[in-house]
């Protein structure tokens, strides 16, 4: 993975694909499937996601403040739908779905190397979590996997309902 | 345009396409592009979105705490990009990209008919708005065409540059 430099990183989560969100409790780490973000700020990147009360990731994120947000190329698939289908309660997803936890720089959350692009997040804003769950996370730092950077990714319909990324079109203009 | 229920608003956002925002300020319709959006709630249907001080709509959805966002198909591309290339303050882009506005049930932001998906909402919540221009909205309303429910939409890369929905998957999964 190479460094993705951060003032293109809501080039890759704009275009809305499932992530996968890291965290880490206890040096424990744990991964959930994630639809609800989106960009709030270009430079440094701004995050909003929702991570339900819920979840088991809620505590870890809530307590350590760090998660990385990793997408995951469309042949991965059947480990995204699984992950979102077992609880870090109960399973080591790492283990069960064979990803590789790789070291971050600057968070405790893991990267996952089968994925194309990982953004190790801090979290800076709590004000909406009481009421919405809301998460503000700031990206600190971004890596591509440079042979994988194109790779189509998964946009969630519900119930394990998926569009794959199809055709690229590239029309001129001049917003970022 | 047929009902679309509330609880099924979530499957046609969670994917993360490229929206139209209308908005309505003295009984003059404007638009805008838009790519910064989630959801924040199943039903009724919550939606975070971000909406710049710096675009012309903002006085607008601020003023009335209406919009509509409506889903263009990817062969409105074009459009959608001239829509993003100029402001409301100089232009009528309903008239200027031929879209033909619609009279919504709930709001007077209007309806766009060439789009496969119009949800109306009024705003929920402003808490995030000065710190981050983030606006929740509820959706309260939705509409969709039903011969063009399944047309492909458009995920922004950046300057003018997206991906086409492409294949469908389907997946067992007990996840909405």
């Not at 992530?19 to 960009?39: D, F, I, K, Q, Y």
Request: charge should be neutral; aromatic fraction near 6%; hydrophobic fraction near 40%.
């Amino acid at each position: 993975m190479r460094n993705l430099e951060l003032d293109k990183v809501y080039q890759k989560l704009e275009p809305g694909p499932v992530v996968l969100l890291t965290t880490a409790e206890c040096g424990r780490p744990n991964v959930m499937t994630m639809s609800w973000h989106m960009m709030v700020e270009f430079n440094p990147p701004l995050i909003a996601c929702v991570v339900s009360e819920a979840d088991y990731s809620f505590r870890a994120l809530s307590q350590s403040g760090e998660a990385v947000i990793a997408i995951p190329p469309a042949d991965l698939a059947e480990t995204v739908v699984g992950i979102g289908n077992c609880s870090g309660r109960d399973v080591d997803k790492f283990a069960r779905f064979g990803l590789t936890a790789k070291r971050a720089n600057e968070v405790e959350a893991p990267l996952i190397e089968q994925c194309i692009v990982n953004i190790e997040c801090k979290v800076l804003d709590r004000g909406m979590v009481k009421r919405y769950n809301l998460f503000i996370l700031e990206a600190v730092k971004a890596w591509v996997d440079p042979k994988r950077a194109e790779a189509p990714t998964l946009h969630h319909c519900g119930y394990g309902r998926f569009r794959i990324d199809g055709e690229e079109l590239r029309l001129r203009s001049a917003k970022p």
